[in-house]
Every structure is written in C-alpha cells, then in structure tokens.
C-alpha cells in the first residue's frame, strides 16, 4: 500500500523520443508535484497542481506537460527528449491545510537518454 | 546565491558519534521547515517537520529552527550505519505550493 508511487521506476530512451511517468497518492492530498533531481542530488521544484489546477509551472520548457486528471495522479509527459534530461524525477504529495505542508515523495524515476 | 545553502559535506563519523546537520536561508517569508532521508536510489523520506522557531525533538533526533539567524540544524545522536544516507533540509512560506531544498549533505557512519 504505497503513499505515493510513479512508475516507471527506470527510463532509457534515445533522444528525440515522447515518454510518459506515471503518479498516483493514496493518501488523499490535494495537491501534488513534480521535481527534478540533477547529478548533484539538488532537488528542484518542476510543477505544482492543487485540486487538479496547476498552481506552479517553474521555468520548465514547453516540452514537459504535466496532466491532473483527478486529485490522485499526476502525470508528467516529456516531447523531444533532450540529453540534458537525463535525471531523477520525483512525484510528491502533500495537504495544504494551513501548519501542515510536509511533502510525501514518491521512489523516483531515473531517466536516462541516449 | 541559492534560497537555501547546505554544505554537501561528504561527513564520516565514527559509529555512536553525534551528526551535525545545518542549512541557511535568505528568504525570511520561510515558516515551515523540515528534514528528509534519502538513502541512495531512494526517495526522500520525511524525518523532521517544525513550524517557526525553537526545537523538535524525536528519538535520536532533534531539529533546531533559529528565525533571526535565519539558521536551522539537524542533530542525530548515537549515530548508527544505516543513518548513513543523504540529509536535505526543505523549507516553504506561507501560501507556498513548493519546497525550497538546500543540495543535501552526504553522511557516512563507520561501523
């Protein structure tokens, strides 16, 4: 009964190529988020949806798509896949009651392009 | 300069030994603090959440959040091997819909 899990767990693709990770809570939070972590292990916010709305979009480009279809999953789809690409991408979740914005993060899907 | 500074260390310590983890800010807005794990190839796993100033403490661990030095720390004491992972200090403001995290310290404990 995982808290949040995303699949895949591992990614290889050739530059060039669309692909798509998975997210889904069980925890029933409102809110859910993408982060992206480089070689260096520097976590970095990618998007934020609340109650399927997205409430942050941080200078990513236009090749990354995130879609909400309900409060639960979040998925991230990626176009034209850069070498640059290639790192951690963590699905989190958390409940925006007020005094209570701790995240819950998913395993991680490692990206790799070629 | 990064909202949030920690020293990526590595940090070896002796078994038993008492860790010392510390991040700085610059954004005072920042209200929610908190400390996660992640072992390698892992996720992040919450350890330690504080609201505003003062002390936590849970177990071997005690959290510390100094506001007006805008300075927060991590203490583990009795360290044992397999505390041996990556400590990243998260913090957010109020209406925020996003951590700000410091780069992680890597933490070694020797056996």
């Known amino acids: 009964d995982t808290a949040v899990s995303q699949t895949p767990k591992y990614l290889v693709t050739q530059m060039g190529n669309d692909k798509s990770i998975k997210c889904e809570q069980n925890l029933g939070h409102d809110t859910m988020y993408w982060y992206k972590q480089d070689s260096k292990k520097f976590l970095k916010i990618m998007f934020s949806?609340?109650?399927?709305?997205?409430?942050i979009n941080e200078t990513v480009p236009n090749r990354f798509s995130p879609k909400s279809p309900d409060k639960a999953h979040l998925n991230l789809h990626i176009n034209s896949l850069e070498l640059g690409d290639s790192a951690v991408y963590f699905c989190?979740?958390?409940?925006?009651?007020?005094?209570?914005?701790?995240?819950?993060f998913g395993q991680g899907t490692r990206l790799t392009v070629v | 300069q990064k909202e949030v500074e920690q020293d990526p260390g590595p940090l070896s310590v002796p078994e038993g030994a008492i860790v010392s983890l510390n991040c700085t800010y610059s954004?005072?807005?920042?209200?929610?603090f908190m400390w996660y794990r992640q072992y390698s190839r892992k996720g992040p796993e919450l350890l330690m959440y504080?609201?505003?100033?003062g002390n936590k403490e849970d177990g071997r661990f005690t959290a510390q959040v100094d506001k007006s030095s805008k300075y927060i720390s991590l203490f583990i004491r009795d360290s044992q091997p397999s505390d041996s992972a990556t400590y990243l200090c998260a913090m957010s403001a109020n209406n925020d819909y996003k951590l700000s995290f410091g780069a992680g310290t890597t933490v070694t404990v020797r056996a």
């Open positions: 954004n005072s807005a920042f209200q929610y």
């Open positions: 504080t609201y505003s100033s």
């Open positions: 949806y609340n109650n399927k709305e997205l409430i």
């Open positions: 989190a979740s958390s409940q925006r009651d007020m005094m209570n914005t701790e995240a819950f």
